[in-house]
């Protein structure tokens, strides 16, 4: 169990490819929403880390945010490019360990 002091973090880590485009002119972020709670939500942009890949940080989340039980976070990767084309992802789903106070 994870002493609720704790903080933890995930990496989102995506590929990306534009024929017409480099990497460094894209703009990607991912957006999560928590699936037994709407206000568990938010949008993260993501940096590039060469070759098209990129990456971005998920939480930590204060403690009592994610119910103790878990839950499935929804994730997808937006990409937009200099001239305002968007593309997103297939929705990705994550499982939230359960998680109880240590004592």
């Known amino acids: 169990m ?11 880590s995506a590929a990306v490819e534009d024929a017409d485009d480099s990497p460094d002119t894209l703009a990607v972020a991912f957006a999560y929403a928590l ?8 949008r993260i942009a993501m940096a ?3 070759g098209g ?30 001239t305002g084309v ?4 297939d929705a990705v789903p994550v499982t939230l360990s359960s998680c109880e106070p240590a004592g």
């Open 35 to 42: 699936s037994t709670d709407a206000s568990v939500a938010g």
């Open 53 to 82: 890949d990129f990456v971005g940080e998920l939480g930590p989340f204060d403690y009592g945010t994610v119910p103790s039980g878990g839950g499935i976070l929804t994730i997808h990767v937006t990409v937009v490019d200099p």
């Open 48 to 50: 590039p880390t060469g």
């Open 2 to 12: 994870l002493n609720p002091g704790i903080s933890v973090t995930s990496v989102v």
């Open 86 to 89: 968007e593309a997103t992802s």
